[in-house]
């Protein structure tokens, strides 16, 4: 069955830069994109960009413009997630998700279908 | 900061209809597809509706949505212990550039 498994949890400094994998299995990864989305604690769900596979092109949320990095290495199927300069409210649970589209007579349509489960991501000094 | 509003809470007894709205603006909701995430407590999202209206397979149909103009809405029949959860609504913003959730529900089973 399709599976994304993400990398263990992860303390960081601040200033330094923290990288979480994503494993996929089950399908092919190249016909997906790859999203990745944050959870602070006791907040809401935050969009962060995804990385389109087949080309490689990558959309980011103007808020982590400047700072985040999404690869892949399709070798083995992963996705990669690297935010740089880390804050104390980089502090969350960060998600990767499959991206699946499609069209139908009321126009185009997308959602994230499948979801890793979770790295837990802290910045403490 | 989301650009998509929920109510913060929704609350109901087994068996009811709960429903929780999502309200946008003209450039996601009003020309975009809308998705649903139900995330249980201590757990991931996990996909409960697509392209406003569509369920997964697998997502009970006591799970519905719908469409309309800058606001959607998920409603939830025959409510059951196992809903307590938090519901978040999203949607591609044109302006943004981006996606954009929705400030999220908490769903109560009285």
């Known amino acids: 069955q399709v599976q994304l498994v993400q990398s263990g949890a992860d303390v960081k400094k601040p200033g330094t830069s923290v990288k979480v994998s994503c494993k996929t299995s089950g399908y092919i990864f190249t016909s997906y994109s790859i999203t990745w989305v944050r959870q602070a604690p006791g907040q809401g769900l935050e969009w962060m960009g995804w990385?389109?596979?087949?080309?490689?092109?990558?959309n980011y949320a103007q808020e982590f413009q400047d700072r985040v990095t999404m690869t892949t290495d399709t070798s083995t199927s992963t996705a990669y997630m690297e935010l740089r300069s880390l804050r104390s409210d980089d502090t969350a649970v960060y998600y990767c998700?499959?991206?699946?589209?499609?069209?139908?007579?009321?126009?185009?349509?997308?959602?994230?279908?499948?979801w890793g489960q979770g790295t837990v991501v802290t910045v403490s000094s | 900061q989301s650009v998509l509003t929920q109510p913060p809470s929704a609350s109901g007894t087994p068996g009811q209809r709960v429903t929780i709205s999502c309200s946008g603006s003209s450039s996601n909701i009003g020309s975009n597809a809308v998705s649903w995430y139900q995330q249980l407590p201590g757990t991931g999202p996990k996909l409960l509706i697509y392209?406003?209206?569509q369920l997964p397979s697998g997502v009970p149909d006591r799970f519905s949505g719908s469409k309309s103009g800058t606001s959607a809405s998920l409603a939830v029949s025959g409510l059951q212990s196992e809903d307590e959860a938090d519901y978040y609504c999203?949607?591609?913003?044109?302006?943004?550039?981006?996606?954009?959730f929705g400030t999220g529900t908490k769903v109560t089973v009285l």
């Open positions: 998700a499959r991206r699946t589209k499609g069209i139908r007579a009321d126009g185009f349509w997308d959602a994230f279908d499948v």
């Open positions: 392209s406003s209206h």
């Open positions: 999203a949607s591609w913003d044109a302006s943004l550039n981006g996606y954009v």
């Open positions: 990385i389109i596979l087949h080309n490689g092109d990558t």
